[in-house]
């Protein structure tokens, strides 16, 4: 019942107003730390990669490992003190551009809808740095809000969106044809901002209830290369979920069905 929905929606945003913009942005910026650390003790196997890969040479190549670690500890550590985020933010845009082009992300599907959903993400955190100016209370929408944050909402919910596209499964079991059904449901109520905190709540806890069964990297042994490709998945979902978290603390913006209804 969507009535009984909203109203437990409504009571764990009571209860976690203080701390879901904090747990939010630590979701979201996960992969970007993991990936940051991984270049610091992967140093030599990174470098040595985009060498054999580009034949740019051992200098060009360390430089690239540098500033993709560089890059992502410092905008972490930016976002998680709340300095500078929107610098931050684009600092963590060109390091996903950047990776989505050195690491030839750009012709594999599945990995460029990821790096787009992460983008999505970054949207949306950008979209409340944008509003704290604006708002006594971090999460909490003034009036009349701007269109550029408005826009940068949709965009974010649009971008989240493809996350979910890698993870329907496309066989006749019929475990998989609910999931596929009510994934995609919950996927449009997103997108098109209607019920939607209840529905990216309601995303969350799904999706990481999958990525915890299904990207268990602890249980591989760490030299086993199952472990880093589990890891990073796991890190990339529990982005996607920060910005899910994002989207249930600050509502889903102007451009939202949600917000059209209160016109009428």
Not at 6 to 27: G, S
Not at 32 to 43: K, N, S, T, Y
Not at 180 to 198: E, H
Request: glycine content about 8%; hydrophobic content about 50%.
């Amino acid at each position: 019942d969507l009535g009984v929905g909203n109203v437990a929606t409504a009571e764990f945003l009571r209860v976690t107003k203080q701390y879901l913009p904090h747990v939010a942005r630590l979701c979201l910026i996960s992969t970007f730390l993991e990936d940051g650390i991984r270049m610091w003790f992967q140093w030599s196997e990174q470098r040595d990669y985009i060498d054999s890969t580009w034949s740019c040479g051992y200098l060009l190549a360390s430089s690239f490992v540098l500033l993709n670690l560089l890059g992502q500890l410092t905008g972490c550590v930016l976002v998680l003190s709340r300095n500078f985020v929107q610098y931050a933010c684009f600092g963590l845009f060109g390091i996903i551009a950047l990776q989505t082009i050195a690491y030839s992300i750009l012709w594999d599907l599945k990995f460029l809808m990821r790096n787009l959903a992460l983008g999505g993400g970054l949207l949306l955190l950008l979209a409340e740095s944008r509003s704290e100016g604006k708002s006594m209370f971090a999460g909490v929408p003034t009036m009349r809000e701007s269109s550029p944050r408005q826009y940068m909402q949709l965009g974010g919910r649009v971008l989240l969106v493809l996350m979910f596209m890698t993870l329907l499964h496309f066989d006749a079991s019929f475990f998989s044809i609910i999931q596929n059904i009510v994934g995609t449901a919950l996927m449009i109520l997103v997108a098109i901002g209607f019920k939607t905190k209840l529905a990216a709540l309601t995303l969350v806890i799904w999706l990481f209830a999958i990525n915890v069964y299904f990207n268990a990297f602890w249980t591989i042994p760490v030299y086993k290369p199952m472990h880093d490709f589990l890891k990073y998945d796991f890190f990339q979902t529990m982005s996607v979920i920060g910005g899910l978290l994002l989207v249930v603390a600050l509502g889903p913006g102007g451009v939202s069905m949600d917000e059209k209804k209160k016109e009428w």
